[in-house]
């Protein structure tokens, strides 16, 4: 801020310079470098995200053969519709039980991490972060073959011991399961690196300080550690929520939304209706429906953090 | 350097000149005088009957004098179905687009009508089926041009030594190659008993209860035999009919003697089914039988493809046909046209049938005794029925004969399937058939 007053300033000094002259010192201004170097992202990000949702914002007011404006005559529609409340009520399932199971293993995971030898870290690291840098279509189809219905290979294993044949993706529960066991598996690593690298940013002074004090393990991990992460974890979560909300290859490759459209969730539900069914503004809306629901959630969590950083 | 001026008579005059010279020109005949035309042909599953159809566009290309251009668009991932809704919303694509069964109605007021050249060509090839004309049509207007590739009767493939040994069925002598079929006792309740049968000796019938096409197809064939209609072609509710109540009966017999994972089959488990020799039977087109005789000859040589079992109402079998469509919009529309009648000549046909190894099937009634089916082996004469040579069965869809709009939400939501799935697993009769009204109620939506 104090470099662009100062340039203000020495424009005004020298009212005799020309337009040629105040571009120049624009062009010196950091903000307007910022701007610049930033603007291809922007473009990029008005081109293939601001203008497909106002599209599909668009696509959304029409009629089934979109050539009537209907208003939200898709959402009153959808609203009656005793799937759609199944397609909501199982994104939530999906996408809370999938973030809090992915936190959870990726926090526990960081501190196994943390407390490895460094020189032997970056091996680990590398290692656990393999799930997360396979495209999830590839390695989804590897568990379409492990939860297979009839040569599923988790069944041959655990038919050793007597137990199964488990109906993987047959079933409406286990198909559930095996969804957001696939989705844990895919995004507990980008937890994993997050904590981690918020772990390492933990001053050993406040471990010391708590260790003089008496305080045990899970203290420390309590009014030390969690304190501290507080931040990153609200950020890793949010981010998450949005992505695994939005989630659609891991359902569409193993479940397609079945067995009796149990699995699923607002993308594929939306894929179903709106390309399958040939109804593209109800499957616009059905995407939509989305972004209330992450909006709310993004104002709750971001407030939070605004609201620490103030304190601080 | 000198920089002469053009002034605004000199450029009016130029222009007129050579607008006179252009216009009065002889007219030449380049090498693509006749222009472009872009084809979205479906990428063939059987290994070389894209070259077919690649060496029969060139040869009409060359004495055409048109500039084509083919791109094989895979099924897998309904890359098909993403390209035409988005060359709908572009308008612009494709002169020439094959797509499978509702998408002709699905488009159907940004799709060229085709009835110049379907009269003649039924003329010549003889009459369509009906559930060609159902889906190929509206109000009078050929949406579409029935395509000889990828269409295909998804019958009973069925094993001859597992038959004949546990359900006593010699499916052989049933359907025999080069004659008629014998199969007046080929009825819904043999077919349920050989089920039972095989299941018991661990070979049970590979019939999905998915969502995908397979699943569906099997199920709008059991359902059209009982006369099982959701939806009438006036668009009247049916759901809560006697039909539709013994449709499900049946299915629950059925569903106790088929793999206990078949809720979670998709198009690739039922011919998995087969290959690895585990069912007696599996509702399919030849494709499994193909697979088969390149990776398990001895599966493959114990194979036979015929027609399905005949309910109360009548002997349905699955059907599902493809369709060249043409956009409204496209530039060359003359040049389509031209290439569809070439791609519907029995002489083409007979070379995509060849090509395909018998998987696809001509619409038109005198092209279902060519002589690729009568051949194909081993066992030799294995696909001899699979073009119903003697219209012994009605090709059918599911969730006909509902309007096509209709029947399409019916089929994509596996409605059958699932009030089959629902009422097996314990669900009663009138909750069932009052979710699948209240369904049906929302797939009327315009």
Known sequence: ?312 | MSRKKLSRREFVAATALSSAALITAPYIRGAHAAGKLAIGFWDHWVPGANKTSTALVNEWAEKEKVEVQIDYITSQGNKTLLTMAAEAQARSGHDILAQATWQAHAYAELLEPVNDIMEPIIKQNGAVNDTVNYLGQAKGKWLGVPACIGSQIKGPCSRIDLMKKHANIDVQAMYPAGSPPKADNWTLDTFLKAAEACHKAGHPFGIGLGETSDSVDAAGAIFNSFGAELVDAKGNLTVKTDAVRQALEYYKKLIAFLPPDAAAWDDASNNKWLVSGRGALIMNPPSAWAVAKRDAPQVAEQCWTHGFAAGPKGRFAPYLPFFWLTWSFSKNKAAAKSLLTHLSQPSSIEKLVAASGGYDLPAYEKLTTLKTWAEEGPPKGTLYHYPNPYNHQKLSIAASPAPPKVAQQIYTQATLTKMALRYSQGEKMESTLAWAEGECEGFMRS
């Open chain 1, 1 to 312: 801020m104090a470099d662009v007053v100062f340039q203000e300033r020495r424009v005004a000094h020298r009212p005799s310079v020309g337009k040629r002259s105040s571009l120049h010192y624009a062009l010196k201004r950091k903000s307007t470098v910022a701007f610049l170097m930033a603007l291809p992202l922007i473009l990029l990000v008005a081109l293939l995200v601001v203008y497909p949702a106002l599209y599909s914002l668009h696509l959304a007011t029409l009629n089934k053969s979109m050539t009537k404006f209907i208003g939200l005559g898709n959402f009153e529609f959808l609203f009656k519709r005793d799937t759609f409340w199944l397609v909501v009520k199982q994104s939530c399932i999906f996408a809370i039980s999938a973030v809090i199971f992915k936190a959870l293993i990726g926090f526990i995971v960081a501190h196994f991490v943390h407390n490895v030898p460094a020189n032997k870290q970056r091996r680990w690291r590398g290692m656990l972060l393999v799930p997360w840098v396979i495209p999830p279509a590839m390695s989804t189809l590897a568990w379409l073959w492990l939860f297979d219905p009839s040569y599923s290979a988790f069944n041959y294993t655990l038919s050793f011991f007597g137990i199964g044949p488990i109906p993987w993706t047959g079933d409406a529960m286990w198909a559930r399961f095996s969804v957001i066991l696939v989705n844990v598996w895919y995004g507990a690593p980008f937890f994993m690196i997050m904590y981690l690298a918020a772990l390492k940013s933990v001053p050993d002074q406040l471990y010391e300080a708590a260790a003089i004090d008496g305080a045990n393990w899970w203290q420390r991990i309590w009014y030390v550690t969690l304190p501290m992460m507080r931040n990153i974890i609200a950020i890793t979560t949010l981010f998450s929520l949005i992505v695994t909300f939005a989630n659609f290859d891991i359902v569409r490759i193993l479940t397609a939304g079945g067995p009796l459209d149990h699995t699923h969730i607002f993308a594929t539900w939306a894929f179903r209706v709106g390309i399958e069914g040939s109804d593209i503004p109800l499957g616009a809306s059905v995407s939509l429906f989305m972004v209330p629901i992450l909006a709310v959630a993004a104002i709750f969590i971001l407030r939070d953090i605004s609201k620490r950083g103030n304190e601080a």
